[in-house]
């Protein structure tokens, strides 16, 4: 599956953007769906992931209740709306499918090219 994220950009502090990520080739709705992100100088970290039939939803601690993960299996895309954005949540920002559990620590098969975010304070 190819992965093609967009929508990263500059924003204020307690601005809000939102991430799309396309997907083509195998089946969309097969896949556990994911975002994670890397600043400058650290690890890559796990932001959210949404299951094949998005009903469930999970967050990484330093994004819960800000962001906001989403899919659309009919158009084969998956959203990451983020609000209440801060200077830390700037980073590289990856689309991930075929995310095994645990998911964020698990394996993940699938990998887009990252979106930069800037968040200015």
């Known amino acids: 599956v190819q992965l093609q994220a967009s929508g990263g950009g500059l924003v204020q502090a307690g601005g809000s953007l939102r991430l799309s990520c396309g997907a083509s080739?195998?089946?969309?709705?097969?896949?556990?769906m994911g975002w994670f992100r890397q600043a400058p100088g650290k690890e890559r970290e796990f932001v959210a992931a949404?299951?094949?039939?998005?009903?469930?939803?999970y967050y990484g601690d330093s994004v819960k209740g800000r962001f906001t993960i989403s899919r659309d299996n009919a158009k084969n895309v998956v959203y990451l709306q983020m609000n209440s954005l801060k200077p830390e949540d700037t980073a590289v920002y990856y689309c991930?499918?075929?995310?095994?559990?645990?998911?964020?620590?698990?394996?993940?098969?699938?990998w887009g090219q990252g979106t930069l975010v800037t968040v200015s304070s």
């Open positions: 991930a499918a075929d995310l095994r559990l645990p998911y964020g620590l698990g394996p993940v098969n699938y």
């Open positions: 949404i299951s094949r039939s998005f009903i469930n939803t």
């Open positions: 080739g195998r089946t969309f709705s097969n896949y556990v």
